[in-house]
């Protein structure tokens, strides 16, 4: 079988997966999970094999008319570089490993099927992405997970958090949505094709007449799927939906597909350094701003989801300095250890019965009770934190490469100013990172208090996903070597300065945040709770209360006794913890620039169509009713009075036309 048609299979076998479970998961509920998970490992096999054939040579391109459109034509395209395949392995390799996961963590869940076929087809979606040569069959892709999101975020749709936060993760998507579809368009129109191979030719030639309209067209889309700056906030609400859907979401599809996209289509961005500016910018705030909001949250969800928007700043600086290899490689990267941390995080919520921080800080014996958990989340923590030899420090130390070296002149792919930007950013949110990471770590894990309550071991479809993952979270830095013949040959491995760097920062952040977490953790036993103490409490019970999953997917447990929890963030904050604890205002930001300003002028159109239109319509309507009513007067049935009014009539004419006579005869 060719390379071609094995490529082709992998997005069709979820595909099929998806509508077989939708078709027969109600009808016959033994084939579901046979269905969620065996399509979704073959096409997970076969990703690898379509790798492997490909082995990082030159990119493999096919082509079939799909359909004329009378001008820019639409092609059903495959196009698989390094890129592509390594990238459609790590959708395969964590989508399999969610739909595992998935069978005992949903096992009780009455919508389990429909919840299975969803992440296939969602999982399908990305794939296409990933393999496709097309940009319109691209966007089908990019589509369907937006709404496959929406359906999963809002999985338990009987609340209010969920169908809120799946409403807002639709809509902010498509606001970026509509400026990429315009984007594509006149890309394709300056480039004559949808094709990404003749696009891409179109570029090399300088045949785009409009390439920072274009670029930052576009980048406003990636902004919205990628969760970047201004557009991410519909991610950390997007914690609403189920534990494994937030590790799908935030490892290997959905927000990795605008990343993907930019690498697909760099040099259409490079074409501008405009553009370029603009989204290191975007990635320099993204970082910092997404880093300082995870410390300040208490869902340990939310501070993943945090920390995946911070991760995707790192991302997209790598792209917006010009080394798409170093911003793929951290994908890569990311996309395992970030999958095992939602997938720990499922099991410690699982076992707690919360998912507030500070309530497990008030816990004592956790770690016993989920060892599995507690070594695979500390090691990809470690990853997250960029500690070496973890995969994360490698494939960080990547980026910062790259951001140094065009910093300092040696590369003149983007302006300076941009890799100045990415490489401040970048060590500072190294900083961050290693400190909410330790934060994370310390509430979840080394909590006192009440014993954590015993409920046996979690299921081996839980726990067995967690030591897969594991091993590439510890040793997938080890192939920065050898991974880059696979993209633009461009060496991934650190330097000196950047490795003293990051480090470093990574260093001083963990023994920060240490040491006051051990000065918050004695002061409750050698003075009084405070008010703030108490209110962090009371925060902490309110947000386990806001997850929709807790109630459906944990044991009975007994109340967390109510006290003050030793939370470090807070200190390392000081003043700046209340207003990054809600994302720095920006969802009260954009619903008084926007949303009220919006339904101000709904109201407005209302008000002008029921009493000015509606006044016009009813007007035009009553005057031929009063004239009718007139009319409907003279008509008695008495014959003498018609006979009458007929020769009145007459006489009138007559008499008018004797007087227009005389008058014309005097003229």
Sequence with gaps: MSTTTLAVLVPLLPFLGAVAGLLFGRTAPGFVRP???LPTLGAAVLAVIVAV????????STATLLTPTGSVPIDLSLYLDGFAVLVAVLVGLVATCVQLYSTAYLREDPRYPSYAALVSLFTSAMLLVVYSGDLMVLLVGWEVMGICSYFLVG?????????SASLKAFLVTKLGDVPFLIGLFALAADAGSFQITKILGTVAAGGLDHPTLIALLLLAGVAGKSAQFPLHTWLPDAMAGPTPVSALIHAATMVAAGVYFIARLLPVFAASSAALVVMAVMAAVTMVGSALAALAQDDIKRVLAYSTIGQLGYMTGALAVGDRGAAIFHLLSHGVFKALLFLGAGVIIHAAGTNS???????????KR???????????????????PFAGFFSKEAVLVAAEQTATGHSDFA?????????????LTALLTAAYATRLWLMAFRGRGAAAPDHGKEPVAM?????????????????????????????????LVTSVLGTGAAVIGVMLTYALWQRAAARPATAPATAGAASAATA?????????????????????????APDPGRALLGPLHRHAADGFHLDAVYDRLFVRPVRAAASLVRFLDREVVDTYVRGAGAGPRLLGSLVRRAQTGNVQSYLSALLAGAVVLAIATAVLANVNAGS
């Design 370 to 388: 989920i060892p599995d958990a507690f070594w695979t989340m500390t090691i990809a923590l470690l990853a997250l934190a960029a500690i070496p």
């Design 540 to 564: 902490a019970a309110e947000s386990a209360a806001e997850a929709p999953e807790v109630a459906e997917v944990t044991h009975d447990h007994p109340a967390v006794p109510a006290g003050p």
């Design 463 to 495: 726990t067995g996903v967690l030591w897969l993952l594991a091993v590439p979270s510890i040793g997938f830095g080890l192939a920065a070597g050898p991974i880059a013949d696979w993209f633009d040959g461009e060496e991934l491995t650190p330097t």
């Design 35 to 37: 269905l969620a998970i």
């Design 357 to 367: 921080l500070a309530a497990m800080s008030r816990m004592d014996g956790l770690t």
């Design 155 to 163: 999985h338990y749709w009987e609340t209010e958090a969920a169908r």
């Design 53 to 60: 054939r490909q082995g990082g040579g030159p990119a493999i």
């Design 415 to 427: 302006p300076s100013s941009a890799g100045w930007l990415v490489l401040v950013a970048g060590v």
